[in-house]
């Protein structure tokens, strides 16, 4: 029986660090890969590659600002409007709900983060689109495809990863504290913003954090609201305009018709490529400030 | 334990690729306007002869090129002509197209538009509209309303026969910023959502209830595109539909070319809104 054990164990330790290394070498296979492809663009156009205004591949032309623009911006609109959303349901179903009612909402808001992506785009197609419209309709848009569309589905779509990670977070305040600021007289939401809130924040800022990394990476269901409108550098980057005209994501572009046609151009190719590897940069760099939150948190900080 | 472990993985890493070995599907890639009628006749295989056939529109015509090119598909659908540029990318490959029908590209408006008046536009106005010189319908005889222009995306082949009509080549077409569509379905739902707005799409999916297609003024002529002109080839942007394959069609994709060269297949061109090639105007051709 002890024997049986030990060897289990063991190949628990082979198989997770044989698992482990497998998605280490992916990662850094991809990492390679995404590098090697894109070399042509860097070569050509270099920095401009990255600060360039215009994309127009039929003369090779490369420049992706406006889509990292795009992608900052559909991604603002949606941490808007999930963070506070989904940080104060959290709030709700933590000390506000009896365990059961919490464990029931927080089941059914999880289910909504399984619905495929694609489902979500047409929902977004069906009943954003007008709403959109008649929400900015003192800018005046010229369809419902625009980067507000793109951002408010986003944010439908992070909502139940923003507020589970959230509600894991708060209910992770051990009952002690509570207690005891209840004990010193704080009355129950002193006790949630003053004790719970601060105890929690870094599980808090990396559930926002880990929603940001999904809106950052999502293709299908903007795609189909965004207008993929290529080289929409905003006049002014500040104001509303820009976020009521159709725009053009790092992903929206992958998810389009020219990473299909551009095999046979090395060039084209590298510049498509080179998109994957600044997304990969990007979302690579929140995912792991978000990590690092979460892993401040178990430390105890 | 650990054996069995191995075993399992060994075996689980095999089977897959076994199976695949004994029944390759036929990969076809391509153009949204000629897929629903080879998903239909990938039906009857499936029945008649337990053919596994894969229908992907992944990137439209060039997109379907490409993969034949690169060997990701054994069939590309295809809506415009071949070009010196498929070839051009990939030189090894033998390329061979089967006419299967004909289409033409409409230029279809929303109905504001249409009722505001636009029944007929010229090359002039279009280049126009195109490169975003007319802002507004009124400006050249429409309703006050701003014009929505949304682009085929590169490599449709609707986009292409497009531009090479409008401008000699695709090449030629001037470097424009429109809010793009890809996919028939996405261009007619967008088309019909959107006051005030115009795209190119395939003539049999403009209905004329909540999209329609206008006629094209050339020459002091004036073409809409309907069955007759698009069979004749009087409507200016006629297109082949074709189903293009590396070397002559084989196995699977021969009975699929077959089956839609013979009067069955050519009954699904029609129902789906597209003209039939008849007699010797079908078949092959290089």
């Known amino acids: ?301 | 334990m650990l054996r069995a472990w191995k075993l399992l993985l060994i075996a689980s890493s095999i089977l897959p690729a076994a199976t695949l070995a004994a029944a390759p599907p036929l990969r076809v890639n391509g153009s949204t306007t000629i897929n629903p009628v080879v998903v239909e006749a990938s039906e009857i295989l499936r029945k008649e002869h337990g053919l596994v056939i894969q229908v992907d529109t992944q990137g439209g015509s060039s997109g379907g090129m490409a993969a034949l090119g690169e060997g990701r598909a054994e069939m590309a659908m295809v809506s415009r002509p071949l070009i010196d540029e498929d070839r051009a990318h990939y030189p090894k490959a033998r390329f061979e197209a089967t006419r299967i029908g004909l289409d033409g590209v409409a230029l279809v408006v929303s109905r504001d538009v249409w009722q505001g008046g636009i029944r007929t536009l010229t090359k002039a106005q279009l280049r126009g509209l195109y490169e975003g010189k007319v802002k507004n319908w009124k400006e050249i005889g429409g309703p006050d309303r701003r014009v929505v222009f949304f682009n085929k995306e590169a490599g449709r082949g609707t986009w292409e026969v497009f531009a090479r009509w409008l401008y000699g080549d695709p090449k030629a077409a001037p470097l424009v910023n429109l809010p793009e569509v890809g996919s028939n379905e996405e261009g007619r739902s967008k088309v019909t959502a959107t006051p005030g707005s115009i795209s190119q799409l395939s003539a049999a999916w403009a209905d004329g209830q909540h999209i329609f297609a206008v006629g094209i003024q050339d020459g002091g002529r004036t073409v809409s595109p309907t069955p007759a002109a698009i069979l004749d080839g009087s409507y200016p942007l006629t297109r082949p539909l074709m189903l293009v394959t590396n070397g002559s069609p084989q196995g699977a994709a021969k009975l699929l070319v077959d089956l839609l060269l013979s009067p069955r297949g050519q009954a699904l061109v029609r129902k789906n809104g597209y003209e039939p090639v008849t007699g010797t105007a079908g078949g092959r051709a290089k």
């Open chain 1, 1 to 301: 029986m002890r024997e049986g054990r030990h060897r289990r164990l063991e190949l628990t330790r082979v198989a997770s660090l044989g698992f482990t290394a497998f998605a280490a070498l992916a990662f850094l296979g991809m990492l390679v890969l995404f590098t090697v492809e894109s070399l042509p663009v860097w070569r050509q156009a270099g920095l401009g590659y990255l600060f360039g205004k215009r994309w127009f591949f039929r003369v090779h032309e490369f420049g992706i600002l406006p889509m990292v623009y795009g992608t900052l911006a559909v991604s603002a609109v949606a941490l808007l409007v999930a963070a506070p959303l989904g940080v104060g349901t959290a709030f709700f179903t933590v000390e506000v709900l009896p365990r059961r009612a919490r464990l029931a909402v927080k089941t059914a808001v999880e289910l909504l983060a399984g619905i495929p992506s694609v489902i979500y785009g047409l929902l977004g197609v069906l009943l954003l689109r007008d709403f959109v419209v008649r929400l900015l309709a003192h800018w005046d848009p010229l369809s419902g495809d625009t980067l507000m569309t793109g951002g408010l589905l986003l944010a439908v779509m992070i909502l139940p990863t923003v507020m589970t990670l959230a509600d894991d977070a708060l209910s992770g305040v051990s009952a002690a504290q509570r207690t005891a600021a209840r004990a010193l007289g704080l009355t129950r939401a002193e006790t949630a913003l003053r004790v719970a809130a601060r105890q929690a924040f870094p599980g808090l800022a990396s559930a926002v954090l880990l929603g940001l990394g999904r809106a950052l990476g999502e293709t299908i269901a903007v795609f189909l609201v965004i207008g993929r409108q290529d080289n929409q550098w905003p006049k002014r980057l500040l104001s509303m305009e820009p976020l009521a005209s159709a725009g053009q994501t790092l992903t929206t572009k992958l998810g389009g018709s020219e990473t299909f046609i551009s095999y046979g151009d090395p060039l084209h190719w590298g510049a498509v490529m080179g998109l994957a590897l600044v997304l990969f940069a990007v979302v690579g760099v929140v995912s792991v400030a978000g990590a690092r939150l979460a892993l401040r948190e178990g430390g105890g900080a």
